[in-house]
């Protein structure tokens, strides 16, 4: 371990970037230094000798002075926990490195190179948790020379009004010149010495040629017992998890054939470890030095597409061969691999010592190879003998890729990926677009391999290009794609691979169609101030638990869980504590079963993923997964009478008032995982005295300090937990981190030496709970003009193995649906016990429910956008969009919180709170308070006390009685017990103060704190507040507007805008609660359109780490995002009139789902007005049929949490009516009615149930119209 902390590990799979560095190498050949990004935990040491590493406390410090990054990062509030700071300013460093290294002309001094755009993408494949983004994107932007001042959000360097002059002056300023990071001119030598590195057994190779590797190899393959690895970047163990234990490393990187890069007229040439970001460069200036605009298509489409793969931090690092050697070898779902198959790439192969040139194809679908098979070379021929297909000549070449994905940029897989390379020619006898070479490409659908469709080219290669023959082609291709057993959502990849080829061959069969374009009076409480120690946390200074330098003889623990689950236990069961580990009975897959500990982290996951766990399933009945399990065996907590909500009004009454009335409706929410940047992470320390120092990353350090004693068998005040901050907790480390510091503890005190440990991602992931999923079924009675009379609720709750927080839930649902006027509001709920891992409290504790029930019309120009996106709709056939409005309010309670101010010989001021610093600003407001309420002495200096307060870590021993963090309300609680404080030790300094001799003249502060010890005052004061009865419990209020667009053919959502109304009262301080509002929201986008934590049939989570678990990023949040805070009126039973913002902004985000919603229905009109009414079977309905085509079936999803399908056939609009369609049209009434109760019911397994009945129900209809006309119907399938 180093002295430097900023670099953070947080997955140890390149998907966070908390963990990014700067990394410089000098290239000997072009004698030109090299700055890119790299993911520091995927990063080899020897594989960095010669180089040289930056970090985030290279560019600047306290003592040095600041980085404008950081002094931008901190004033723009663009650090919560701080977890991910470290990480962004490395980023959008090297973005500011690059930038100037560039021809272009810097025209605005000041400012860098960059663009708005380029400054946004250089974080692209860094996550946060908290911010929103919105507050890092100004941060960047603030240094792009095309920037609009007006345009930055929200910061500490100008006000409201204040001209560009005063901002540009405020801003701290950059200088492109100056350099941060110089390359040592010894390295520059060095580069040149020995190549070979012996480090404990394991060598590490350089070799200068291709040569070099065959000798290797054969000197290698001599030895017994030995494995070889082939490096570049070594990212493929970010998604393979290879566990170290190869004893040769041949490093592949400086080998001239390989990482050389060569063009001519026929096509490129990149070296197999050329990095993606080299080979992207290349391809962009082939695309601009290009002999002919066609080149220019091929090069450029492919480049773009390969922006796309991964992060830049990993293309820096990721070679184009590695890329397509995972491909072949462990069938990785690559995009590279896809989209130069389409272009018709080759390969140059080292295999032994032949060299072999082979297709893409050819080697794809050859047999996995060895390590002796080394790719040299790969070739992307050019395309310059056509020019680029144009609708006005009807010919030329068209190239397309494509790709559907959870997310459009950053670390993230695709659903399925293709590319399209097709030479068009035009007949001249029937008009017709002709296809004379066609090349289709499809990878990454849950296949081995990407492939061509070889069947669907033969049958379109010298066909003239009509509907008819287009959508025969697509019958044949959704034969083709067939994903493989166990593939996730394979009927959605399938209906994307028809409609990437749909996309791809329309516009060669019709005209396309027009597109539409789219308060001084608390001073210093309620100013904009910005969060204390930003600074800190962006440079790197900041301390987390992992951090904590390691004490002498440290070890380092890990966690053994059990893969599967097992005992099983119906009826009703009453509240119990968690066991720290399992018993001889496993409750739920995942569950802990030991730690084990070992001299290093690594050595301790290593030994802890080598457990073998032997089960009896003697007599095992299947695991209760779902709450239909729980209620079907009966297996329910007992929720205690006094947490049971109380009913309101008389249902039956309601529901027989009511004109119109909803039986039964049925809404599913899954789960949800917290996605902290920082693991659950502790340092146990064995003290004098039998007695024990944790320190914890936790929300709760006393429940912490409670569960460790009984453990130990210790009274509490042998055990000492201490907080400092936590990187990101949203609910998850307030219960569920007691077990990995007990166990910490538990080690420490048997073995009397320090025990630490941090829980790698995926193991976090298994055992976090997370939020509760839910399935609720209700019944409503309402009036004519919507006036709802009734509402009954069926609420089942997975609890999970353990009850945890869970017998609260009812109260603070139902509490929140009270306030709504329903008529007669009834329900039933039930805590289901199931074989998961106990879920627990997470952000708005389910609370995202309500918005599903109440839509509110607001303003933000609502009902004029209604109607431009009605136009926009009508305008254009595959996109869609949709608009909604949500109103929330949220209960929320204030909670009983110590606090403790000092005031110390020099007159600062120490603080301590009950409350956790999480990054939501506690301390800041904390500080804020304290100055405020000592200001009321009134002497020179009491008015500018903010920077001379500081607040300490929570200790259990210094301040008790601390509580948890939770509930929104935790700084208002703290900030209301420092002024508690504050008031006691004014009561003291001012009686003081009048007993000063009036000869003294003003009394400064610092004069005024020396007479007072010199009078043995008490300068410090601690109380515990406890809120009156009347103000526990309060309201917020809040709406918000979304409007959305999707892409029909492939399911793929953006967020045009958002505009939130939040109702904050008298905010404590406007920026860190913007930042809470902000990312409250992102964080419900997730839950509502992203977020899915899976597990298998087992019970154990399998959405475990960032490959398969995806959280917003830049790129997916609103394009335009308003929040506008309402400063309520003085309410003198709130803390200062203030109101929470961490929470309740979270509900807002089901107005996104709603208004995917909507824009799917439109979609749906769409169909129904192409087919008509299809209500009776009387010919003479359809007036307007004359023939029935073939169509796309492709899937809509909004969120895979509820699976509803319905399917329509498709009448287009033609001329005359046709009698002998009647019988026809009784046929598909008569056939859809049957299967209607199968296939509008929710299905387990859509994709399977579905795919056979759409496939039976074409093959009837087919039948049926076979004899009335050539062209058949079609039947669309929706989810």
């Known amino acids: 371990m180093t002295r430097f902390t900023g670099t953070k590990l947080s997955c140890g799979e390149g998907g966070f970037g908390a ?107 860094n996550l946060c948790r908290c911010t929103g983004y919105r507050p890092i994107a100004d941060a960047c932007k603030s240094f792009a020379a095309d920037v609009d001042m007006e345009d930055l959000g929200l910061n500490s360097f100008w006000k409201k009004g204040d001209s560009e002059s005063v901002k540009l002056c405020n801003l701290p300023s950059y200088d492109p010149g100056n350099e941060i990071c110089t390359f040592p001119e010894f390295l520059k030598i060095k580069i040149k010495s020995k190549i070979l590195r012996d480090l404990k057994g394991k060598c590490w190779y350089n070799p200068a040629s291709v040569e070099e590797i065959e000798h290797l190899m054969e000197s290698i393959e001599s030895e017994n017992g030995t494995s070889v690895k082939l490096v ?75 922006k796309k793969v991964a992060s830049e931090f990993i293309r820096n690092s990721a070679s184009l061969g590695g890329n397509l050697v995972m491909a072949q070898r462990k069938q990785f779902p690559s995009d590279i691999a896809t989209i130069l198959l389409a272009a018709g790439s080759s390969l140059i192969i080292l295999s032994g010592s032949k060299r072999i040139k082979v297709t893409l194809e050819e080697f794809l679908s050859s047999p996995p190879c060895n390590t002796k098979t080394v790719i040299l070379s790969i070739r992307i021929p050019s395309w310059a003998s056509m020019n680029i297909f144009s609708s006005q000549s009807g010919s030329g070449l068209m190239f397309e890729t494509y790709r ?83 593939t996730s959502s394979p009927a959605y990849r399938s209906s994307l691979a028809v409609s990437f080829l749909f996309d791809f061959l329309h516009p060669l069969t019709e ?99 080598s457990a073998v766990v032997e089960y009896d399933t003697e007599n095992l009945e299947p695991p209760i997964l779902s709450v239909e399990d729980a209620v079907s065996r009966s297996s329910f907590f007992e929720v205690p009478p006094f947490l049971s909500p109380k009913q309101v009004g008389d249902f039956s009454k309601g529901m027989s008032d009511a004109n119109h009335r909803i039986i039964s409706a049925e809404i599913k929410l899954g789960s949800q995982y917290f996605f902290y940047m920082e693991t659950q992470t502790a340092l146990a320390v064995p003290d004098e005295d039998n007695c ?51 166990a910490c503890a538990v080690a420490a005190h048997k073995l009397r030496r320090p025990v630490r440990a941090y829980l790698n991602r995926k193991i976090d992931m298994i055992m976090a709970g997370g939020r509760h999923p839910m399935k609720i079924i209700y019944s409503v009675g309402f009036k004519s003009d919507g006036k709802i009379t009734a509402l009954h609720l069926d609420i089942l709750i997975n609890a999970g193995a353990f009850l945890d927080i869970s017998p609260i839930i009812p109260d603070n649902m139902v509490g929140s649906l009270k306030k709504y006027d329903w008529g007669a509001l009834s329900f039933d709920i039930n805590i289901c016990k199931t074989n998961l891992s106990g879920k627990t409290a997470m952000r708005a504790r389910d609370m995202c429910r309500d918005p599903l029930f109440v839509r509110l019309a607001i303003s933000s120009r609502f009902h004029q956008r209604v109607e431009e996106i009605r136009q926009f709709n009508i305008c254009n056939k595959w996109i869609k969009r949709g608009i909604s409005r949500v109103p929330i309010f949220y209960e929320v309670k204030v909670r009983l919180t110590p606090g403790k101010v000092s005031i110390l010989n020099d007159g600062s001021v120490v603080v301590e709170v009950g409350g956790i610093e999480l990054g939501q600003g506690l301390w800041t407001k904390v500080k804020q308070m304290a100055a405020f309420a000592l200001s009321p002495i009134e002497c020179d200096g009491s008015r500018d006390l903010l920077e001379r307060v500081r607040v300490i870590q929570t200790d259990t ?62 300068l410090s004061a601690s109380t515990f507040y406890v809120p009156d009865f009347s103000s526990m419990r309060y309201l917020n209020y809040g709406a918000a507007v979304n409007e959305v667009e999707i892409d029909l053919l492939t399911g793929a959502t953006s967020i045009l805008q958002t505009d939130i109304v939040y109702d904050c009262g008298q ?97 749906r009109k769409q169909v129904l007005s192409w087919s008509g009414s299809v209500s009776g079977s009387d010919a003479s309905s359809y007036s307007s049929i004359k023939h029935f085509f073939i169509y796309k079936m492709f899937y809509l ?65 087919i039948k049926c119209f076979s004899k009335y006309h050539h062209n058949y119907p079609y039947v669309i399938g929706y989810p």
Not at 20 to 32: H, W
Not at 33 to 59: P, W
Not at 65 to 94: D, E, N, V, W, Y
Not at 1125 to 1149: D, F, Y
């Open 1067 to 1163: 905010s404590l301080n406007p920026a860190v609660d913007l930042g809470q509002i902000e990312g409250a929201f992102v964080q419900g986008v997730g839950f509502f359109m992203m977020d899915e934590y899976l597990t298998n049939s087992e019970g154990l989570v399998v959405s475990d780490g960032t490959r398969n678990y995806k959280i917003p990023t830049i790129d997916t949040i609103p394009r335009q995002f308003n929040v506008e805070m309402l400063n309520t009126g003085h309410h003198k039973k709130r803390v200062l009139s203030s109101k929470a913002s961490g929470e309740p902004p979270v509900l807002m985000a089901a107005s996104v789902h709603c208004a995917t919603r909507a824009a799917i229905k439109e979609a």
């Open 232 to 306: 570049v970047g070594n990212t493929s163990t970010g998604y393979y998890k290879e566990v170290d234990h190869y004893n040769h490393y041949i490093n592949l990187r400086y080998i001239p054939e390989l990482s050389t890069i060569t063009s001519d007229a026929t096509g490129i040439e990149i070296g197999a470890a050329v990095t993606i970001s080299d080979a992207i460069q290349a391809l962009e200036e082939g695309a601009n030095n290009g002999p002919s605009s066609t080149g220019n298509l091929v090069f450029s489409k492919i480049s773009d597409h390969m």
């Open 1197 to 1261: 999803s909004i969120k895979r949490r509820k699976k509803r399908t319905y399917i329509f056939v498709q009448f287009p609009s033609g001329s005359s009516p046709h009698q002998e369609f009647a019988p026809v049209v009784r046929i598909i009434n008569e056939f859809l009615m049957m299967l209607s109760q199968i296939l509008i019911q929710p299905l387990e397994n859509m994709s399977d149930i579905l795919f056979v009945h759409l496939i039976r129900i074409n093959y009837l209809l």
């Open 404 to 486: 559907a994905a959870p997310r459009p940029l950053g670390n993230t897989l695709a659903y399925l990926n293709a590319a399209f390379l097709a030479e068009v020619s035009l007949s001249k006898v029937s008009g017709c677009s002709i296809l004379e070479r066609l090349q289709l490409a499809f990878g990454a659908y849950g296949t081995k391999h990407a492939i061509r469709v070889r069947k669907v080219e033969e049958f379109l290669i010298g066909r003239s290009l009509s509907k008819d023959v287009l959508l025969y082609a697509i019958n044949i291709l959704r034969a083709t794609i067939i994903p493989d057993e166990g």
């Open 19 to 125: 963990c990014v560095v700067l990394l410089s190498k000098y290239d000997p050949v072009r004698e030109k230094v090299e700055d890119f990004t790299v993911s520091s935990c995927l990063t080899l040491l020897s594989s960095v000798n010669g180089c040289s590493i930056t970090t985030t406390e290279g560019l600047g410090n306290i003592t040095d002075g600041f980085h404008p990054i950081h002094k931008r990062i901190s004033g723009f509030h663009a650090s919560q926990c701080g977890f991910c700071t470290p990480g962004m300013c490395m980023s959008l460093f090297s973005a500011l490195v690059n930038a100037e290294k560039t021809p272009a002309q810097n025209l605005r001094p000041g400012f860098s190179k960059l663009t708005e755009s380029e400054a946004e993408k250089a974080i692209s494949g």
């Open 957 to 1018: 021993l210094s301040l008790v009685q601390g509580g948890f963090t939770a509930g929104s309300t935790t700084s208002e609680s703290s900030c209301e017990a420092v002024r508690l404080c504050c008031a006691a030790l004014v009561e003291r300094l001012i009686a003081l103060k009048e007993t000063l001799p009036e000869k003294m003249g003003p009394v400064s502060w610092d004069t005024l704190i020396v007479q007072t010890h010199l009078q043995s005052v008490n």
């Open 692 to 742: 024990m120092v944790v320190y914890s990353s936790t929300q709760a350090p006393e429940n912490t300090q409670i569960a460790i004693a009984k453990c130990l068998g210790l009274p509490e005040h042998n055990v000492r937990v201490i907080t400092r901050r936590v990187g990101g907790g949203f609910g998850g480390k307030n219960l569920k981190s007691m077990a990995v510091a007990t």
């Open 511 to 609: 005209v396309s169609t027009a597109i539409l374009n789219d308060g001084l009076e608390f001073h210093p409480v309620g100013q904009p101030t910005k969060k204390a120690g930003v600074e800190n946390q962006a440079f790197g200074e900041a301390v987390y638990v992992d951090d904590i330098p390691s004490p002498k003889d440290c070890l380092h623990g890990a966690m053994i869980y059990l893969p599967k689950g097992g005992k099983n236990v119906g009826g009703m069961t009453k509240f119990d504590t968690d066991p720290l580990f399992a018993d001889g009975l496993a409750e739920f897959a995942g569950q802990m079963l030991g730690f084990v500990v070992a001299d290093t982290q690594k050595h301790a996951d290593m030994a802890a993923d």
